[in-house]
C-alpha cells in the first residue's frame, strides 16, 4: 500500500542552524510530493510541491525540498533556521487516481531552540 | 485569498449526541474533504466530494456521513458520537481544473471532545 514515512516525531534546531526533515514514500509510479506546514492553532499550509522536473523544488518562507527517486525520499531543508519556523511540518504523497486524494505522514514537530 | 473556514474552533459534546461540523469555502472549488488529525497518526482522510451530492469515502469513513447539497459547503456528521471520536477535525478544498496539481487549502480546524 502506499504510505508516506516521516521518521523524526521531533527535531530541536537552534535557530539560525540549518534544518532538514526527512520524508520517504512508498508508491510504484512516479509521486506527486508535497510538504505542508502547520503552525500551533492553524491549519495547513502548502510549503512546495514536486511533479516532475528539477528535482530541487523551492517554496515559501526558503525552504526547499530535493526529491531523491533512488531513495524514495523528497526531504526538506532550510538553511537557516528562525523561531517562527517552530511549528508541525506533514509530507504527503498525491495517488495519482481520478481523485485529489492525498496520503500524509505522521508529521514532524520542530522546536527552535533560541 | 482562498478561505476555508469552519463553524467552530472548539466543540465540547456527550456520547450519543449527533454533531455536525460544517465546512465552507469561498473559491468555487468542486474539492472538499475532510480529515481528522491525531498525535501519532498524521491526517486520515474521512470523506471527500468532488462535485454537489457527490461523496466518496476515504480510510477511515466508520462513524461519520457527509452532506454537500452546494458547492461552498461540506458538512461531517458524527450521527452517534463517541469517546474515540475525540479529535481535530481539518476541513479542504481543491480545484479540479488541472488535474491533481492543485493545492489543497485548509481550514483552521475544528477539536471536538466527546465526553
Known amino acids: 500500500a502506499q504510505s508516506v514515512t516521516q521518521p523524526d516525531i521531533h527535531i530541536t534546531v537552534s535557530e539560525g542552524a540549518s534544518l532538514e526533515l526527512r520524508c520517504n514514500y512508498s508508491?510504484?509510479?512516479?509521486?506527486?510530493l508535497f510538504w505542508y506546514v502547520q503552525s500551533p492553532g492553524q491549519g495547513l499550509q502548502l510549503l512546495l510541491k514536486y511533479f516532475s522536473g528539477d528535482t530541487l523544488v523551492q517554496g515559501i518562507k526558503g525552504f526547499e525540498a530535493e526529491f531523491k527517486r533512488s531513495q524514495s525520499s523528497f526531504n526538506l531543508r532550510k538553511p537557516s533556521v528562525h523561531w517562527s519556523d517552530a511549528a508541525e511540518y506533514f509530507c504527503a504523497v498525491h495517488l495519482n487516481t481520478g481523485f485529489q486524494k492525498l496520503v500524509f505522514g505522521t508529521g514532524t514537530r520542530l522546536l527552535v531552540s533560541p | 485569498d482562498v478561505k476555508v473556514t469552519q463553524s467552530s474552533r472548539y466543540l465540547v459534546k456527550r456520547t450519543g449526541e449527533k454533531v455536525f461540523l460544517e465546512c465552507v469555502q469561498d473559491?468555487?472549488?468542486?474539492?472538499m474533504f475532510w480529515y481528522r488529525q491525531d498525535p501519532g497518526l498524521g491526517l486520515r482522510l474521512i470523506y471527500f466530494?468532488?462535485?454537489?451530492?457527490?461523496?466518496e469515502k476515504g480510510d477511515i469513513p466508520e462513524g461519520y456521513s457527509v452532506s454537500r447539497e452546494k458547492k461552498e459547503r461540506f458538512s461531517l456528521i458524527l450521527e452517534s458520537a463517541s469517546t474515540n471520536q475525540t479529535s481535530m477535525y481539518l476541513c479542504?478544498?481543491?480545484?479540479?481544473?488541472?488535474?491533481?496539481?492543485?493545492?489543497?487549502?485548509f481550514g483552521p480546524g475544528t477539536r471536538l471532545t466527546v465526553l
Open positions: 479542504a478544498s481543491s480545484s479540479s481544473g488541472g488535474g491533481p496539481y492543485n493545492e489543497q487549502f
Open positions: 473559491m468555487d472549488h468542486e474539492n
Open positions: 466530494s468532488y462535485d454537489v451530492k457527490m461523496k
Open positions: 508508491y510504484g509510479a512516479t509521486p506527486y
